[in-house]
């Protein structure tokens, strides 16, 4: 196991180094300046060049992405542009604890309602009950989330109207991280809803096409044959093998989680990574663009570690190597 997770560390290593240079390649090649963009065209030559060679925008493309590694290596993302003086770190100190509660409680919905949904229509296919699950889950998994949250966003809308303003429409300066009182609940509830709805539906999918494979193999039978209650039979036989490839989807969650923040943060005004990655991008902010691609990066190798090991404790037909 020890080896496994070394090989998994360098490939994780590579896979930031490659998508740092993705991100740099595309940021330095792209159009637009950013110290323009920061002071605008009614600047001197002088004070422009200035600040070009603080920011060491005036060296070539390659020993500009070497200083960025050396400074990544050491974990000093530097100073943002747009925000002078700012350090990207506290940047990040502001938005990563924002996106991780609400991609935590997103995740959470995803596993405890999707997987059990999922194995309740399986144990009853082809009745109402499964008629009902899946065709619930297959409206929530075609509906984009991006439209789900115009719906609860004009719900919430009807919400603050009818009770005299007290449903706070957006999140800005509203999400507390780590607090749930009622006003926090009120501001949380609809983004992490609407962020766990297409995961929920996944799963339950999944979840129920992997048991109804489960439930028609041989050793099923053979407990059945054997007298053993239904519930034994589902729980201690089936429903471990039927977790197998629900592991795999577990560790590209994560990654759908990291992306689908960018599109909830944006419509919920949500102040996380995700809308901050979009705000840079905007303001041509690349040291922070380049600070929130490594850390989207590190979250779905960690994603796809995690899926791994787990793979191995739930078969363990598979060896960690």
Same mark, same amino acid.
């Given at each position: 196991? *020890? ?11 590579? *896979?930031? #180094?490659?998508?740092? %240079?993705?991100?740099?390649? /595309? ?12 002071? !605008? ?11 070009? @060679? ?65 194995? #309740? ?16 889950? /297959? ?11 115009? %719906? ?11 009770? $005299? !303003? ?17 006003? @926090? ?11 766990? =709805?297409?995961?929920?539906?996944? %799963? ?33 036989? =089936?429903?471990?093998?039927?977790? #197998? ?6 560790? /590209? ?11 909830? @943060? ?21 040291? *922070? ?10 979250? *779905? ?10 793979? $191995? ?9």
């Amino acid at each position: 196991m *020890v080896q496994f997770l070394v090989k998994r560390f360098i490939g994780l290593i590579f *896979v930031i #180094i490659g998508v740092t %240079f993705i991100t740099f390649i /595309l940021g330095y090649f792209a159009p637009g300046d950013p110290i323009r963009e920061l002071l !605008g065209n009614h600047v001197t030559p002088q004070v422009y060049n200035n600040l070009k @060679e603080a920011y060491g925008l005036n060296l070539p493309w390659y020993q500009q992405y070497w200083n960025f590694l050396s400074h990544l290596f050491r974990l000093d993302f530097g100073f943002s542009f747009h925000q002078q003086n700012y350090p990207v770190w506290n940047i990040l100190r502001d938005g990563v604890p924002v996106s991780t509660e609400l991609a935590f409680w997103a995740l959470l919905i995803q596993l405890l309602v999707g997987i059990p949904v999922g194995i #309740i229509s399986a144990l009853k296919a082809n009745t109402w009950v499964d008629t009902v699950n899946m065709g619930t889950m /297959l409206v929530l998994f075609a509906l984009p989330s991006f439209v789900l949250a115009i %719906f609860a966003q004009v719900l919430i809308v009807n919400l603050d109207n009818a009770t $005299s !303003g007290s449903w706070p429409v957006a999140a800005a300066g509203n999400w507390n991280v780590g607090q749930y009182g009622w006003n @926090e609940i009120q501001v949380k509830l609809a983004p992490i809803l609407v962020f766990a =709805a297409v995961g929920t539906a996944l %799963f339950a999918r999944l979840a129920r096409t992997s048991m109804l494979e489960v439930l028609r193999q041989d050793y099923v039978r053979t407990a059945r044959a054997k007298g053993m209650r239904e519930r034994s039979v589902v729980y201690r036989h =089936a429903f471990r093998n039927a977790m #197998i490839p629900l592991v795999t989807v577990f560790g /590209l969650s994560i990654g759908l989680l990291v992306t689908g923040a960018f599109f909830i @943060e944006q419509i919920f005004n949500i102040p996380g990574i995700g809308q901050q990655t979009i705000t840079s991008i905007n303001n041509r902010d690349y040291p *922070v663009i380049q600070a929130t691609t490594v850390l989207l990066a590190v979250a *779905v190798v960690v994603g796809n570690l995690i899926s791994d090991v787990l793979y $191995s404790i739930v078969d363990p037909r598979i060896k960690a190597e």
